[in-house]
């Protein structure tokens, strides 16, 4: 059962060691820590960090980030460049390029909870870019149902294409794209988020697709969604890609003589 979730970017941006004494972008990592600290206070029995990789699979809970591989004059596999850095749009490097150690939207993940301080059990999942919305519907199901007390970081950005200095350049179809993202999710839209095409998301680099869709497929079928409410706490399309954060909260369930009425 989901007691909790989040949705965060998975920027190299949120990784301090890359932007060194500089505050960037503080208002996106104080909303990722604010979503992350809610998952914590669920009390789950185990966190599932999910979000774009190389294939579909799970990675060892201790593995971290190698920050070395995305440190000062390499190319980053993630949608934002650092300055002196070649943007590589989507969580992929080239052939023959990829970092060791785990996916950049895992290790960002893993990241987040060891800053907010979890040492609980935890799982990374990643997801095919490519992967089919049914795909990742499955294997957020049965994410969901692979603990008494399961919450859920679901690690992506959303579209690189939002300006003509974003990392894929300007698409007057991501904006509105990001926009119906953030609706969904504010809305508690599940079928709009399962919905998503992922051909139209990977021509807009929006990484978060796959992870999106696996929280559906968490919140769906066992009727968590309606226990969890909602909150959007940062949507902004900084340096041309879209960043959302959203926490999903349970909602206390009535007591006292009207919660039989």
Avoid: K
Avoid at 42 to 54: L, R, S, Y
Avoid at 165 to 186: I, K, N
């Amino acid at each position: 059962m989901i007691v909790g979730a989040a949705i965060c970017p998975c920027s190299p941006l949120l990784v301090r060691e890359l932007t060194g004494q500089t505050e960037v972008l503080p208002e996106l990592r104080t909303a990722c820590a604010a979503a992350v600290a809610r998952v914590i206070a669920a009390g789950p029995d185990v966190i599932v960090v999910t979000g774009p990789g190389p294939r579909t699979d799970g990675w060892p809970a201790s593995a971290r980030l190698n920050v070395a591989a995305y440190g000062p004059g390499t190319a980053l596999p993630g949608n934002t460049a650092l300055p002196g850095n070649t943007a590589l749009p989507g969580n992929r490097a080239p052939a023959g390029m990829a970092p060791p150690g785990l996916p950049l939207a895992l290790g960002v993940g893993a990241r987040l909870l060891d800053e907010a301080g979890y040492a609980g059990p935890r799982e990374l999942h990643g997801v095919a870019a490519l992967a089919p919305a049914a795909d990742c519907l499955r294997l957020g199901a049965r994410l969901a149902a692979s603990a008494p007390r399961v919450a859920l970081l679901a690690m992506g950005d959303g579209s690189a294409r939002r300006s003509v200095s974003a990392p894929g350049y300007l698409d007057e179809r991501a904006g509105p794209f990001d926009a119906a993202v953030e609706r969904a999710v504010r809305d508690g839209d599940l079928a709009a988020l399962a919905a998503l095409d992922p051909g139209l998301a990977d021509e807009l680099l929006a990484t978060g697709r796959p992870a999106w869709q696996v929280l559906a497929g968490a919140l769906g079928p066992d009727g968590a969604a309606a226990a969890l409410r909602p909150e959007i706490l940062y949507a902004d399309a900084p340096l041309g890609v879209g960043y959302l954060v959203a926490a999903f909260t349970l909602v206390p369930a009535p007591s006292g003589p009207a919660a039989g009425r």
